[in-house]
């Protein structure tokens, strides 16, 4: 079983209120052979909603108190951040998932690349919160092809 990006299976759950479907990630969900999350919504975001980046460091970074999540309006939404990132591991675990397939570049969901945290449109090296959390859990995390 694998968790993936609800935005990747279809759901318009972004922060701008629009999916990234990715037609073979919704047929995985179809046939049964994923599970759907969104750690945003999860921890109580509302969709639409500013986007956010990471500022400070990366997803490990956040749940180590080291850096924080803000949006663009300078709100610190870490607490939801990371409340959403553990309810998607409640899921992941209650279905014992070992592999999650995440939204790249997401403050969430990135796995390898991340928004800078400047909201200027530039990426550095790093992972999102849940990456990071499921990553210290064991489960094997990728991201879609962009």
């Known amino acids: 079983m694998k968790v993936v990006s609800a935005c990747l299976a279809g759901c318009k759950c972004r922060y701008d209120h629009r999916a990234a479907t990715r037609q073979d990630i919704e047929a995985w969900v179809q046939s049964g052979d994923a599970i ?3 750690p945003e919504q999860m921890g109580g975001l509302p969709t639409p909603r500013n986007p956010a980046e990471i500022v ?3 997803g490990f970074d956040v749940l180590d108190g080291r850096a924080k999540v803000m949006d663009s309006q300078g709100n610190d939404v870490t607490d939801e951040f990371i409340r959403g990132a553990r309810e998607a591991l409640r899921i992941a675990q209650m279905v014992q998932a070992k592999e999650a397939v995440l939204k790249a570049k997401s403050p969430s969901c990135g796995s390898t690349r991340i928004y800078d945290g400047s909201f200027s449109g530039k990426t550095k090296d790093g992972v999102g ?3 990071a959390l499921f990553i210290r859990n064991g489960i094997s995390v990728s991201q879609e092809e962009e």
């Open 36 to 38: 759907p999350v969104c």
């Open 129 to 131: 919160v849940t990456a």
């Open 56 to 58: 400070g460091g990366d």
